[in-house]
């Protein structure tokens, strides 16, 4: 049996013994499970100056209207970007270059939560960069998951199905500060009032009243 080569991240690890006022919380969840959904009703709800900031990731394909808003690069400029610093992170995975911006680290330096999409594969990485690390799964039933993909259009039922089950597994860091998990199964705005739940909850808690380990 073949096995898949485990997708590749990269980032700057953070300073060994400092932890930032602000937590990263990254979205994680498989295709079709709705987590860009919940990242834009998020966005549109939470004030801009509530202390919460959603950043664009950069990606090497070309943005599609139905799809997640995102910065688009070809490979060979992202590569060039990644040389020169833009990035706090990095992935790769179905073939393409994801980016988050090197801005990130300012915003946690001042006490912003800042809340994104990212591989499940990225997470250890994630948290060698990030000192407070929440990670919010999103799932969804299997036949909801490819019911969602193909109303995109753009996979087969063959391509839906090889996505479905080459995602990876969720693999916790260690020192993650809490793992939420949100099953999105009923009507959007019952999944999005438990994220924007999770999201102030995270943001309310001090550097110093966030021990490791915390799951709900």
């Known amino acids: 049996m073949s096995t898949m080569k485990p997708p590749q991240t990269s980032g700057a690890a953070a300073p060994f013994g ?44 070309i943005a599609l209207v139905d799809a997640e808003d995102h910065d688009s690069l070809s490979p060979a400029a992202f590569a060039a970007a990644e040389a020169d610093g833009a990035f706090c992170l990095t992935w790769s995975a179905h073939g393409l270059s994801y980016g988050l911006p090197a801005e990130i680290s300012s915003r946690l330096e001042v006490g912003e939560t800042v809340v994104a999409n990212v591989s499940r594969a990225a997470l250890r990485n994630a948290a060698e960069r990030f ?37 990876a597994t969720l693999d916790v860091p260690e020192c993650a500060e809490g793992v939420h998990h949100i099953d999105n199964d009923r009507a959007i705005d019952v999944a999005a009032a438990a994220f924007l739940a999770i999201l102030r909850r995270v943001h309310a808690i001090a550097p110093d009243e966030s021990p490791a380990g915390s799951f709900d």
Do not use: C, N, W, Y
């Open 131 to 167: 000192s407070r690390l929440h990670i919010i799964e999103i799932t969804a039933p299997r036949h909801l998951l490819v019911a969602r993909i193909a109303a995109r259009g753009r996979e087969s039922s063959e391509e839906i199905d090889l996505r479905l089950r080459r995602q």
């Open 18 to 61: 400092h932890r930032s006022p602000g937590a990263f919380v990254a979205v994680v969840g498989p295709s079709g499970a709705g987590k860009d959904s919940l990242l834009a009703i998020a966005a549109a709800r939470l004030d801009p100056q509530s202390g919460f900031f959603f950043p664009r990731r950069v990606v090497t394909r």
